[in-house]
């Protein structure tokens, strides 16, 4: 598709688009500020620079791939808000969508309209769902599956992948995840077993070890927190094999990969069905959201048919509903995905030159849209190799980079994104800048 054929691009009203930066004083100042006001001045703690180095940048607004701070700067961005702009940012669509459902009511407590046809969209797009909840993040998607996943198995045990992110529920924030924490009872971490990500024989000697007591495994396909790893031919279809064979409910954990590695998601992309999945961030269009659903017979153990307890005041609410039905007609659009896919693989065969002419100990990982330029030596497919990354050198790279005016994951292990509304331009623009900053982490 040319650019000029890109119907992301042609409604921007990206004005000022030039990249790069003068100063970003208003940020510092604001970054000094806010850390009275707000625990090291962030909501979330991923958004703070600590692994990086400097003080955050505070944006102002965004349009389609393009971000701009409190001191005018423009960035391309390659956050993507962790995720949920996958068509880019302020699609004038899905704000208008949103605002007519903001007019028409916030928020009602009660059903909607909005809610059926929201279900009957990702039911459609996801043929493991028989029934869905939504929720309003990712981590209560997690929370509600896991508890859901006990409920229906009277078990208690959960199993999940070392290095993996399900969010910042107590059950999954065990030591060998990508967050640990403390405050979270020690009976619950002991009900939760981590097991490498890549490995079935260990996997299969869990299930062994602990068979009648695990109730679920979960899994994010992709890992998106240990610098993108996929999972190798053949694995999740054997962890498939082995939830059946002991009875597990196998929860895929596509807050993430839902709709940016595949239209269907992961589970498409590779061919396996879970018996529950749980979704969020670009589900929403932007907006708060989190979703769970799969196997109707599971989802009917939740209340008021079951005895599983799950609820929430802004769960459903139609503003979401709203951002999310507009994402998902848009996103129905294979082009849309070719677009993606097309972006992101330029990107890669750019750095990719670049690196292997210079034999940089750097490994290109992505899938779909979600990627990682992963400062490693191997290629990074476990927990364990994640550990080798240079996160020194990561961090000189990230700071060229947003010197330049481009916005990456401040962390040298999470997945950045390519948005629909990225241009060849950007790209273009990007590896140039990326070549520039890997001469300088390397120098
Ligand atoms: C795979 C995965 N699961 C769950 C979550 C938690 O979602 P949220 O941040 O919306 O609570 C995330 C967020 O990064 C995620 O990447």
């Known amino acids: 598709m040319g650019k000029s054929q890109n119907p992301l691009t042609q409604d921007a009203k990206t004005g000022n688009s030039k990249t790069g930066i003068s100063n970003t004083e208003n940020s510092k100042t604001a970054s000094q500020e806010i850390a009275t006001l707000i625990p090291g001045g962030v909501n979330s703690p991923f ?11 505070f944006f102002k607004d965004a349009l389609g791939s393009k971000v701009t701070d409190i001191d005018g700067n423009v960035y391309i961005d390659y956050l993507g808000a962790w995720g949920p702009a996958i068509l880019g940012h302020s699609h004038p669509l899905v704000v208008k969508a949103c605002q007519d459902a903001v007019s028409a009511g916030a928020v009602f407590g009660a059903p909607t309209l909005l809610e059926m046809e929201m279900a009957k969209s990702v039911i459609r797009h ?24 006990r409920g229906f198995t009277g078990r208690d045990t959960v199993v999940m992948f070392e290095g ?22 020690a009976g619950t971490k002991e009900r939760t077993v981590l097991t ?21 495994v979960i899994i994010e396909p992709v890992c998106g927190s240990m610098g993108v790893v996929l999972p190798e031919p053949g694995f999740l279809q054997g962890v498939r094999q082995l939830c059946d064979k002991h009875q597990v409910v196998l929860i895929f954990d596509e807050v993430l990969t839902g709709l940016r590695v595949a239209k269907g998601g992961a589970q498409a992309l590779f061919g396996v069905k879970p018996d529950l ?21 599971i989802m009917d153990a939740l209340m008021p048919i079951g005895e599983v307890y799950q609820a929430g005041t802004f769960s459903g609410n139609p503003v979401t509903m709203a951002g999310g039905i507009e994402v998902l007609r848009l996103l129905d659009n294979d082009k849309i995905y070719e677009t993606m896919e097309a972006r992101t693989a330029q990107l890669f065969a750019g750095i990719s030159k670049f690196v292997s002419a210079r034999s940089l ?13 992963v400062f490693c030596d191997i290629p990074v497919k476990n927990f364990t190799d994640s550990k080798r990354i240079d996160a020194e050198r990561f961090a000189v790279f990230f700071h060229d980079l947003l010197a330049n005016g481009v916005y990456l994951p ?6 950045a994104c390519v948005s629909a509304a990225h241009t060849e331009r950007d790209i273009e623009e990007t590896i140039e800048k990326v070549g520039a900053a890997l001469k300088k982490a390397f120098a």
């Open 164 to 185: 993996a992110y399900h969010g910042h529920s107590d059950s999954v924030l065990g030591s060998t995840t990508h967050q640990s924490s403390s405050g979270v009872l």
């Open 410 to 415: 401040p962390s040298s292990v999470d997945a």
């Open 47 to 57: 958004r703070s620079f600590h692994e990086v180095g400097g003080h955050t940048i």
């Open 277 to 297: 999945t749980t979704f969020g961030k670009a589900l929403g269009g932007g907006m708060p959201i989190g979703a769970f659903g799969g196997r109707r017979d």
């Open 361 to 373: 100990p750097i490994q290109l990982q992505r899938a779909g849209s979600m990627f990682a330029i």
């Open 126 to 149: 996801f043929p493991s769902i028989e029934q869905i909840r939504f929720v309003s993040s990712g981590t209560e998607a997690v929370m509600s599956a896991i508890r859901l996943a």
């Open 196 to 216: 490498p990500f890549n490995d079935l024989e260990s996997l299969e000697s869990t299930l062994n070890q602990l068979s009648g007591q695990i109730a679920t």
